[in-house]
């Protein structure tokens, strides 16, 4: 069975998006998902990020798709030619995972990374495909409309990766840490 992790960044209300955008604008943070998401021990092979429409749509015009990761989204409202084309559209996030084992290309993929938002999130981690939760706890509260699900007790939180820096982090005056909850077997 494929299977992924998620990435967030969660402010002390719970928030992560307002008004169809990130509530906070921290560079190093978002430098950390990019580095996260891209990591790949076997260059041979590729990171896959699946994403809502919205959180697709958040992203701008120039950046997306992502590079250097192969960019799913979920939707059932929008049409393949509203996207490029090396960007795979599937209506839920089962039917994702299932259409990507079924390619031979399931082969060259390394990690399968969940980028948000609210509900795929959530459909994530009841998921028995999710293994970690990487996410950075911002230690402040921002006004936000979108918020991160109850994370099921069946994550616990696991010590950093060699990978992920340490401690807390701060950053145009707002502190934050990286933290990574794995299921429990
Ligand atoms: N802080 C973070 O780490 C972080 C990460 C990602 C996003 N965000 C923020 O979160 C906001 C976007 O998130 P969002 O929750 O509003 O929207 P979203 O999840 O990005 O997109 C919602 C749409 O995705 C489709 N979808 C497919 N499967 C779904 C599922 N299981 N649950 C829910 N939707 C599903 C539906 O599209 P159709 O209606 O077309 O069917 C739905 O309307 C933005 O503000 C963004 O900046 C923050």
């Known amino acids: 069975m494929l299977k992924f992790n998620l990435i967030a960044a969660v402010c002390e209300n719970f928030g992560i998006g307002f008004n169809g955008d990130l509530p906070w604008s921290l560079k190093s943070e978002y430098e950390y998902f990019t580095q996260t998401t891209k990591r790949r021990g076997d260059s041979t092979k590729q990171n896959v990020v ?14 997306r798709p992502l590079i250097e990761r192969l960019n799913v989204v979920l939707s059932t409202s929008m049409r393949p030619n509203e996207l490029p084309g090396n960007v795979l559209l599937f ?14 290309f399931c082969y060259k993929i390394e990690t399968v990374w969940i980028v948000g938002g609210s509900g795929v999130y959530k459909e994530a981690m009841f998921s028995p495909r999710c293994h970690r939760l990487y996410i950075t706890k911002i230690y402040q509260q921002f006004k936000c409309d979108v918020y991160f699900p109850e994370i099921p007790t069946a994550f616990k939180e696991i010590g950093p990766d060699p990978e992920t820096p ?9 502190q934050y ?3 990574i909850w794995q299921k429990q077997l």
């Open 50 to 63: 699946i994403m809502g429409r919205i959180t697709y749509l958040s992203i701008p015009k120039h950046q």
């Open 177 to 179: 840490e990286y933290k």
């Open 166 to 174: 340490r401690g807390v982090q701060e950053e145009n005056g707002v």
């Open 91 to 104: 209506p839920n996030l089962e039917t994702a995972m299932w259409r990507l084992e079924q390619t031979d």
